[in-house]
Structures are given as structure tokens and as C-alpha cells.
């Protein structure tokens, strides 16, 4: 088991923390995906947007994910210490005092809401409000240590940027963002559930109650592919309901093909190699993908129509 440097009073947090851990404690890789989703609903939103307060809108949203991440980490700084891919997190590493992390994190949720309410409409700050309190309470606080199902109520966190994207240049939300935020969110189970089948062991050390860990790998494999079910349909939503056009609905049919058999090779798969590319790192890494390419199309389709 990973045991954390400063839970083992082996180090203490030295102080002023460097920059490029607050920049860690903002997740920054994650952090890409979730601001291409929200530049895809500001982009495909009807309407003009004064190029800076696109901008400002679109930073807010980082900042907003940033603020949420920082918070997640600053309340799970023990059990991170206790899992290898996240023992070297700047709180359980122990190169940042507890104090600092939490600070940095409410005054980048408040700066980020407001500056959002400022530049744009309190539509969209109100929605990235209650998008960093759903991740930070309902999700980490509340279902994460609780129950098995706990990412697919807490991972709408993340499905709300495109939603807040399309509120900061429409100040509404109507079926297009509605239909955005489907995707996202039926996606999440199959995105993490296929990594928490090569890292249960982690989340099994520090006795979170992941699918894998709980219910086992063949519930597991069974979930991800009754969840891609229900996202190929919310992939093929905005499509049949004329949201969308062809770019959008031909990258949509062949990407969620491509899911859909990741996923089932996934399903078919009694149990997983960590060592190799198995079907599990496949369909993790091509989830990313899959996002990223149906939000451009989203784009470039919307543009084709305009
Ligand atoms: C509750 C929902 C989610 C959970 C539990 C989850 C969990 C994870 C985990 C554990 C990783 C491994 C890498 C890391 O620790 O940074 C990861 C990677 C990633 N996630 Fe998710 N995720 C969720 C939702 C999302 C959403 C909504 C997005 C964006 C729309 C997203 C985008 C990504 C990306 C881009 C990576 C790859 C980062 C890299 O390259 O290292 N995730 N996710
Ligand atoms: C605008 C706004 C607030 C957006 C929120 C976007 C967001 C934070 C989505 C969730 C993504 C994510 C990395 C979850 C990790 O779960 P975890 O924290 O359980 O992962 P861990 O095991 O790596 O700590």
C-alpha cells in the first residue's frame, strides 16, 4: 500500500507552496476536456458574444473547475495519500499546507462565479455555482465515500459546462445544451468506470467504495455497457430531434460505433491484465476522444447551419 510522505510524518508542508502545484491542484489535464465542452456550447449558442467576454467566460469555467478540483483534493488529502496514482498529489506529498489549498479553492469558486455574473449573466454564474457545489458536496462529500453509484448522480458536475458555455451568450438554456448535458453525463460512468477496472486495487486501499471494488468486474463490465446504451442514445438525440446536421450526426454514428464496441469488448472480458493495453485502457483513453470529437462537430455543424 502507498503511504503519503507527510501521513507518515516523514515530511512537513514547507511553505510558500511553488505555483506549479496550485496549477496541480486545478487538474489540469482533466481541466482541457471540460473547457473544449464549454467553448463547444458558447460557440454553437445562437447569438453574439463580444470576443473578450467569450474569453472571460471561458476562463471562468476553468477557474470554476479548478476551484472544484482544488476542493476535492483539499477534502480528500488523506485518502489520496493512500493511492499510488494519487499519492503524490501536492497535499498528501506534503509540498502544501492544507490551509493554503482551501483558501486558493473558495476564493477561486467566488472570484470565478462573480467574474462569470459580471462579464456575462448570473444565469451562467449560477449555473457554474451550483455545478462547483455539486462536485465539492453532493459528489465528494456526500456519494463518493458512500455508495458504488456515487459518479453517475455526482459526474453531472461535469457534464454542465457546455450548459453554462450556452447560457453566457444566450443567458437561457434550451434542448441543444439540455441534450449536450445528456451525453456528458451518461458518458461518465462508462469514461471512469473503465479506469476504476485497472485502478480498483488503488480505490480498494483506501476503502473507496468503487464499482469494481463493491459490486465486482463483471457488474462492472456489465454497467459500462448498459450506460453506453443509454449515451449512444443521448449521442443520437440532438441529431433526431434536428439540433444538429450531418457533420455531427455522421462523427456521432461512427464514434459511438467505435464506443460501442470498446464497450463490448470491455463487457466480454471476464478479467483485466494491468500490465497490457487491454480492452479497459482502450476504451478509457477513447472515451476522451469520443468527447472531443462529437463537441467539434457540434461546432463546425452549427456553423454549417448558421
Ligand atoms: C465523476 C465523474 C468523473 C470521474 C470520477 C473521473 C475520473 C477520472 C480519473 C480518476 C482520471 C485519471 C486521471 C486523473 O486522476 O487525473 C480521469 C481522467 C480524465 N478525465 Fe475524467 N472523470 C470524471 C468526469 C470527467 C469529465 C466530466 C470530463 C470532461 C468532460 C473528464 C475528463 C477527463 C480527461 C480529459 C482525463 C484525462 C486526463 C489525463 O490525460 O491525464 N472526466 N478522469
Ligand atoms: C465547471 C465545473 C465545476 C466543472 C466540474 C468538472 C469536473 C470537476 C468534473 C469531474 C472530473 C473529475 C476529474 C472527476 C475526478 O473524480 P475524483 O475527484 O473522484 O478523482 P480522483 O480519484 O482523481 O480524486
Known amino acids: 500500500m502507498a503511504s503519503s510522505p507527510i501521513m507518515s510524518g516523514a515530511i512537513s508542508p514547507t511553505l510558500p507552496a511553488h505555483w506549479r502545484d496550485f496549477v496541480a491542484l486545478t487538474k489540469p489535464r482533466v481541466m482541457t476536456l471540460v473547457v473544449f465542452t464549454g467553448l463547444c456550447g458558447l460557440l454553437a449558442a445562437p447569438g453574439h458574444i463580444h470576443p473578450v467576454l467569450a474569453f472571460t467566460a471561458i476562463l471562468c469555467i476553468a477557474l470554476g473547475a479548478g476551484a472544484a478540483a482544488t476542493l476535492n483534493q483539499w477534502y480528500e488529502k ?3 495519500g493512500l493511492m499510488k496514482r494519487t499519492a503524490n498529489r501536492p497535499l498528501p506529498a506534503g509540498r502544501m499546507d492544507p490551509q493554503s489549498a482551501l483558501h486558493f ?4 469558486s467566488v472570484f470565478s462565479v462573480l467574474l462569470m455574473g459580471i462579464a456575462t449573466n448570473w444565469l451562467a454564474a449560477g449555473v457554474l455555482a451550483v455545478s462547483i457545489l455539486f462536485y465539492v458536496f453532493i459528489y465528494t462529500i456526500w456519494l463518493k465515500p458512500r455508495t458504488a453509484q456515487n459518479i453517475v448522480i455526482g459526474g453531472a458536475a461535469g457534464a454542465f459546462p457546455p450548459v453554462i458555455g450556452w447560457a453566457a451568450v444566450t443567458g437561457d438554456i434550451s434542448a441543444l445544451p439540455v441534450a449536450l448535458f445528456m451525453l456528458i453525463f451518461f458518458w461518465t460512468p462508462p469514461h471512469f468506470w473503465a479506469l476504476a477496472l485497472f485502478v480498483k486495487t488503488d480505490y480498494a486501499a483506501a476503502g473507496i467504495p468503487m464499482l469494481p471494488v463493491v459490486s465486482g468486474e463483471v457488474a462492472t463490465r456489465r454497467q459500462i455497457w448498459f450506460y453506453t446504451a443509454i449515451m449512444a442514445a443521448a449521442a443520437m438525440a440532438p441529431v433526431l430531434l434536428g439540433l444538429t446536421g450531418p457533420v455531427y450526426g455522421t462523427t456521432a454514428l461512427l464514434g459511438t460505433a467505435l464506443f460501442a464496441f ?9 478479467e483485466s491484465d494491468p500490465s497490457r493495453m487491454g480492452p479497459e485502457r482502450r476504451l478509457f483513453k477513447y472515451s476522451i476522444l469520443y468527447l472531443f470529437l462529437l463537441f467539434g462537430a457540434v461546432v463546425v455543424d452549427r456553423w454549417l447551419m448558421a
Not at 105 to 108: Q, R, T
Not at 262 to 270: E, G, L, T
Open 78 to 80: 488523506d485518502m489520496d
Open 262 to 270: 470498446f464497450a463490448f469488448q470491455v463487457f466480454r472480458r471476464r
Open 105 to 108: 479553492g473558495v476564493g477561486l
